[in-house]
T-cell receptor
Framework: NAGVTQTPKFRVLKTGQSMTLLCAQDMNHEYMYWYRQDPGMGLRLIHY???????AKGEVPDGYNVSRLKKQNFLLGLESAAPSQTSVYFC?????????????????FGEGSRLTVL | GQQVMQIPQYQHVQEGEDFTTYCNSSTTLSNIQWYKQRPGGHPVFLIQ?????EVKKQKRLTFQFGEAKKNSSLHITATQTTDVGTYFC??????????FGGGTRLMVKP
C-alpha cells in the first residue's frame, strides 16, 4: 500500500498561473483533506471532502477549488496563483471520525507538495 | 471560531533532559489527537485521548488530557536525538474537522 500520494512534490509558479495538485489514497478512506502549512501557523484546513462527489470549505478556502470525482482522488486547484499561496500543501485522508472506540479518525498524510509563487 | 494554542513555539534541550509541550483549546473538546512531524517530513499520528483526565504512555512519551477537556500536554522523559521534530495537538471543531495547534518545535543537542 502506498498510502497517500501527492503530486507534484515541488512546483514554482509565476503570479497568475494556474495549477492542480493531485492527491491519491489507496486505503478506501471516505474523508480527504487539503491543508497548508506555513511557519509558526501549524496546519490550516483549506477544503475537505466526506465522500465521492462532495466537497466543503475549511478554514482558509479563498483562492482554491477542489474536486472529488473518484473516492480515491482529491484535487486542489489554484486558478490564479498569488505569492501568499506560497506554502507546503499536505493532503490527508481518514475514516469518518468516530470520536471514541477503535475509530480514532486519525489522519494519514501525504509527503507534501512545496509550492512557490513568484 | 475555535482556537487551539500550543506553547512553547520552540524548545532547545540537551539530550537526556525532559521536554513538555502544552496545548490549550478555546472550546471543550470531545477528544484530542497528537501528531509528530520530523524535519522535512509529514505529520504522523501519535495518539488520541478521549476521557477527562486521561493519561496515556508510549515508552518515554506521556500524554495527558485535562479534567475540563480544554487542555492537554505531551511530556517526553530523557529526550533523545530521535525525538527531534514538531509536535502538534489537534482537536475537532464544530464541524468535526480537526483544528491543529501551531506546534512546538523540539531541538535536541547531543
Amino acid at each position: 500500500n502506498a498510502g497517500v500520494t501527492q503530486t507534484p512534490k515541488f512546483r514554482v509558479l509565476k503570479t497568475g498561473q494556474s495549477m492542480t495538485l493531485l492527491c491519491a489514497q489507496d486505503m478506501n478512506h471516505e474523508y480527504m483533506y487539503w491543508y497548508r502549512q506555513d511557519p509558526g501557523m501549524g496546519l490550516r484546513l483549506i477544503h475537505y471532502s466526506v465522500g465521492e462527489g462532495t466537497t466543503a470549505k475549511g478554514e482558509v478556502p479563498d483562492g482554491y477549488n477542489v474536486s472529488r470525482l473518484k473516492k480515491q482522488n482529491f484535487l486542489l486547484g489554484l486558478e490564479s496563483a498569488a505569492p501568499s499561496q506560497t506554502s507546503v500543501y499536505f493532503c490527508a485522508s481518514s475514516y469518518p471520525r468516530g470520536g471514541t472506540g477503535k475509530n480514532t479518525g486519525e489522519l494519514f498524510f501525504g509527503e507534501g507538495s512545496r509550492l512557490t509563487v513568484l | 471560531g475555535q482556537q487551539v494554542m500550543q506553547i512553547p513555539q520552540y524548545q532547545h534541550v540537551q539530550e537526556g533532559e525532559d521536554f513538555t509541550t502544552y496545548c490549550n483549546s478555546s472550546t471543550t473538546l470531545s477528544n484530542i489527537q497528537w501528531y509528530k512531524q520530523r524535519p522535512g517530513g509529514h505529520p504522523v499520528f501519535l495518539i488520541q485521548l478521549v476521557k477527562s483526565g486521561e493519561v496515556k504512555k508510549q515508552k518515554r512519551l506521556t500524554f495527558q488530557f485535562g479534567e475540563a477537556k480544554k487542555n492537554s500536554s505531551l511530556h517526553i522523559t530523557a529526550t533523545q536525538t530521535t525525538d527531534v521534530g514538531t509536535y502538534f495537538c489537534a482537536g475537532p471543531n464544530a464541524g468535526n474537522m480537526l483544528t491543529f495547534g501551531g506546534g512546538t518545535r523540539l531541538m535536541v543537542k547531543p
